[in-house]
């Protein structure tokens, strides 16, 4: 399975930006990580492959949303009132079960990362 993101680019503080994933051919339960430079790979959001529950990491609580589009096989992640701590790269990822995880290991398929840059 190609996971296909797409959306990232350079942002002020405060600004917005949508990020989309599409995994052709399948649904999963899908989630958004994100890694800044010197760091660890961390969770940011989930959805179950129903689209019935949504799952945050307290930074992002509020500010992000995360929506799915089952027959489109697309997952997207609004991203408002953006920080520079936001300042990563974003990573798409598929489970093969029909509720979501945010852990790392739980995710069988990884997209290739889109970066996202916000300005002071």
């Known amino acids: 399975v190609q996971l296909q993101a797409s959306g990232g680019g350079l942002v002020q503080a405060g600004g917005s930006l949508r990020l989309s994933c599409t995994a052709p051919g399948r649904t999963f339960s899908m989630g958004w990580f994100r890694q800044a430079p010197g760091k660890e790979r961390e969770f940011v959001a989930a959805?179950?492959?129903?689209?019935?529950?949504?799952y945050y990491a307290d930074s992002v609580k509020g500010r992000f949303t995360i929506s799915s589009d089952n027959a489109k096989s697309t997952v997207n992640l609004q991203m408002n009132s953006l920080k520079p701590e936001d300042t990563a790269v974003y990573y798409c990822?598929?489970?093969?079960?029909?509720?979501?995880?945010?852990?790392?290991?739980?995710?069988?398929?990884w997209g290739q990362g889109t970066l996202v840059t916000v300005s002071s």
């Open positions: 959805i179950d492959r129903s689209g019935d529950n949504t």
């Open positions: 990822a598929a489970r093969r079960m029909p509720l979501a995880t945010m852990t790392v290991s739980g995710y069988n398929y």
